[in-house]
């Protein structure tokens, strides 16, 4: 079952990240109760939880990779998305363009099919460029990025996402994202040889957002615990994991 916010095709936001250790963790997400409440579609999901599995693209230079490092203001990258970590259960696969312009960051996706079609995830990127996308940009977009730019398939990024709304403005959101695993393949689907890393073990990535502003009641939630923002990146910390890029 995914959240709600998956559902949404396009969006733009601000999305701040904090890095919480699981004492921590527990102390905030037991506070956010007074004023959120789980996403309605994983209430009645066992953990309150969904699995995401990102399948993310890059060039030879790794240019989206050192774009985020180096903090352009103005940048993008491709992944393909699912919401399940067994090739056996039919769930939808989506292509995603997910960039940052200035402070907010932007998402376009489209549905490029489910899990059900063995060539979508066993050879991702040729399937996209054949498959008449339903998007015409984001399938301009990424033509170009891969026949230009030759963007291929690097890494694949799991973890498991608890989400909550306020129950107040319901563009107000808050996830809980743990167990993260980074994976070096091409595939979104890899063979049992292709073992993922763990990463940032121990800690859970909070992910707070929203459309304009944070409500006071979060501001002091944030004090009180002295959280600060982190500028994370999941695939750039999985890149580093796997020694693929590094930032030195």
């Known amino acids: 079952m995914l959240a709600m916010s998956e559902l949404i095709l396009e969006f733009s936001r601000f999305e701040f990240k904090y890095v919480l250790h699981r004492k921590l963790r527990e102390a905030v997400e037991s506070e956010l109760g007074y004023f959120m409440q789980l996403d309605p579609f994983v209430e009645d999901v066992p953990?309150?939880?969904y699995t995401v599995r990102s399948l993310y693209f890059d060039d030879p230079h790794y240019t989206a990779f050192y774009d985020k490092i180096d903090g352009l203001k103005q940048r993008s990258k491709f992944r393909v998305r699912t919401y399940t970590k067994d090739p056996t259960v039919m769930?939808?696969?989506?292509?995603?363009?997910k960039g940052r312009y200035d402070n907010r960051v932007f998402?376009?996706?489209?549905?490029v099919g489910d899990t059900s079609d063995e060539n979508l995830c066993l050879a991702t990127g040729p399937v996209l460029l054949d498959r008449g996308l339903d998007n015409a940009t984001l399938e301009d977009k990424f033509r170009y990025q891969w026949?230009?730019?030759?963007?291929?398939p690097i890494a694949l990024i799991d973890y498991e996402r608890r989400p909550y709304v306020s129950k107040y403005d319901h563009e107000f959101r808050v996830t809980?994202?743990?167990r993260l695993?980074?994976?070096?393949?091409?595939?979104?689907f890899p063979g049992l040889l292709?073992?993922?890393?763990?990463?940032?073990?121990?800690y859970t990535v909070m992910e707070v957002k929203f459309d304009t502003r944070i409500p006071a009641w979060f501001h002091r939630i944030l004090q009180s615990h002295e959280l600060r923002r982190v500028?994370?990146?999941k695939i750039c910390e999985g890149m580093k994991t796997l020694k693929i890029a590094t930032d030195l």
Do not use: C, M, W
């Open 47 to 49: 953990g309150h939880r």
């Open 91 to 97: 769930t939808p696969v989506f292509l995603e363009e």
């Open 107 to 111: 998402k376009h996706r489209v549905l």
């Open 147 to 152: 026949f230009r730019r030759q963007i291929r």
């Open 176 to 178: 809980f994202d743990e």
């Open 181 to 188: 695993y980074a994976t070096e393949t091409d595939k979104l």
């Open 194 to 202: 292709e073992r993922g890393r763990h990463l940032l073990p121990g």
């Open 231 to 233: 500028p994370l990146s």
